[in-house]
Every structure is written in structure tokens, then in C-alpha cells.
T-cell receptor, first 112, second 110 residues
């Protein structure tokens, strides 16, 4: 399978714990995106990378959220001190230049 | 005002019907436009890009109206398998950020 891969697919965590998600993009894609989606809403932009550089970060993203793409390949999204409001589907996507973005199957986070 | 707005629906239509969705965007300098399809509890998948001259792919036609800042999607001869949420996506000029609308739910009824 050469699509975008996300791990884990599901995560249940207690409030206050830290969680980390991983995304492996399509291999030749230089752009990588993180989105968050809640029920009944479209995906909400969090951040994106071009190669290893983080070019834009949403103002909605609090300091508890951090993303990295250390070698311009896979990326991680960490949420510190999780809150119930962080419960959502976290989607990763990748693209090549200005072509369409391909999404992974997402990581569903539940904070209890 | 949201950057990209869509009627959330649902649109309930019988099989074989023609249905159209509109999406408006606020940034007049937007450069690229797409329609994505999302099935329940699945990831969004590209349905089609939207070009200035309009484009067609089988039963699906997409159009862009830059003057009025909206894009449209027309589905002819609806199939049960067309039931999904259709997401409008806009990329503003000067960024590579994909801005999604809330999506329009379509239910095609037998």
C-alpha cells in the first residue's frame, strides 16, 4: 500500500495525558498536512510542512500541540495535557507541489 | 464569515435525479478549487478539481464562478453509491493550505 499511513488508528487517553500520532506520507510528496475533524464539520487546518520546514500553523492550535517532520519524510503530532475538547479525528494528508492532497485514514482520539 | 461555506443538507434525492451543490468562498484571490467526497467514518478523497473553464467527469460537472466567488458540483443520474458528504476545498493565493467547507450531505434514495 503506497498511500498515506497513520498510526494509531484509534487512541483512548485520560485527560491530562500526552499523546503522539504518526503520519507516513506518500514517498515522493514534499508537502504534509495535519487536519482535525469533528462530527458534522469539515476538516480544520492545523499545520503543514514543505519538506522538513513547518510553513504555517493555525492560530487555533494551542501551545499544547506540536508537530515535527524531522527528515522531511514522516511526521508526528503531539498533544500535551489532553483535554476532552481534543477528542476528534486527526487526519494527515500529503501532496506533491500544487496537486491534490491525499489523506490517510486518520487517528480517532477519545479523551476520557 | 467562514472562508468556505456550504449548505450542510442533507439533500435527499431519488435515484436518477440530478442534484447540484454550491459552495461560496470569501477570499477573492483564491487560486485552486476541488471537490472531495467523504464517506461515513472514512477519509476525504478527491472527486475532482475545478477549473476556470468548468470540467466534467462522467456524471459529475464542476464549475467555477470567480466573479461571484462560488463553485458548484452537479451530479446527474444519481446512484445509491453517490450517498456521501461532498466537501468543497479552496486554496487561497500565497498559501498551500487547503480550506474545507463543512460539507454537504447527500442521500440518494431507492
Amino acid at each position: 500500500d503506497t498511500g498515506v499511513s497513520q498510526d494509531p488508528r484509534h487512541k483512548i487517553t485520560k485527560r491530562g495525558q500526552n499523546v503522539t500520532f504518526r503520519c507516513d506520507p506518500i514517498s515522493e510528496h514534499n508537502r504534509l498536512y495535519w487536519y482535525r475533524q469533528t462530527l458534522g464539520q469539515g476538516p480544520e487546518f492545523l499545520t503543514y510542512f514543505q519538506n522538513e520546514a513547518q510553513l504555517e500553523k493555525s492560530r487555533l492550535l494551542s501551545d499544547r500541540f506540536s508537530a515535527e517532520r524531522p527528515k522531511g519524510s514522516f511526521s508526528t503530532l503531539e498533544i500535551q495535557r489532553t483535554e476532552q475538547g481534543d477528542s476528534a479525528m486527526y487526519l494527515c494528508a500529503s501532496s506533491l507541489a500544487s496537486s491534490e492532497a491525499f489523506f490517510g485514514q486518520g487517528t480517532r482520539l477519545t479523551v476520557v | 464569515r467562514k472562508e468556505v461555506e456550504q449548505d450542510p443538507g442533507p439533500f435527499n434525492v431519488p435515484e436518477g435525479a440530478t442534484v447540484a451543490f454550491n459552495c461560496t468562498y470569501s477570499n477573492s484571490a483564491s487560486q485552486s478549487f476541488f471537490w472531495y467526497r467523504q464517506d461515513c467514518r472514512k477519509e476525504p478523497k478527491l472527486l475532482m478539481s475545478v477549473y476556470s473553464s468548468g470540467n466534467e467527469d462522467g456524471r459529475f460537472t464542476a464549475q467555477l464562478n470567480r466573479a461571484s466567488q462560488y463553485i458548484s458540483l452537479l451530479i446527474r443520474d444519481s446512484k445509491l453509491s453517490d450517498s456521501a458528504t461532498y466537501l468543497c476545498v479552496v486554496i487561497p493565493t500565497g498559501t498551500y493550505k487547503y480550506i474545507f467547507g463543512t460539507g454537504t450531505r447527500l442521500k440518494v434514495l431507492a
